[in-house]
């Protein structure tokens, strides 16, 4: 397990991954964007040989706050820790960017993720009704939040 952070260099394997794990996935114009915002961070995890990649987590790290903007794990390789690892490492260089706080949203029947981001130490805080655009309607999502620097 390879974890390096990138940058928008970056952007055409994270859309790619993105688009393995996701229904809406975001475009690499949007990957780029947003890494070249104040504070954004994105760590790539990659294995093999050559190195394939499995998952990525992008963040932002601002005032004193932190943000997992999006998290994806290709499907073949979930259930084998690449999301935990990435979580770790990306709440590691929150805290070296001093947030006290790591915070996301997770829609709310969204069992798996929300038993990873529980497992790593995060609560949830709130709910916020009708987040996520679904073609079937709107779904809630929870707010988590994880304390960095305590």
Known sequence: MNLRPVGSEAAFDLADLHDKAFDRPWTALEFDDLLKSPGAFAILGEAGEPAEAK????CRAIAGEAEILTIAVD??????GWGAALVEVAAGIAREAKAEAMFLE?????????????ATGFLK???RKGYYPHPDGAKDALVMRRALNT
Do not use: C
Request: proline content about 4%.
């Open 55 to 58: 998952g990525f987590i992008l």
């Open 106 to 118: 997770v829609a709310a029947d969204n069992s798996a993720a929300i038993a990873l981001y529980q």
């Open 125 to 127: 805080v709130g709910l």
């Open 75 to 80: 499907p073949v390789a979930r259930r084998r």
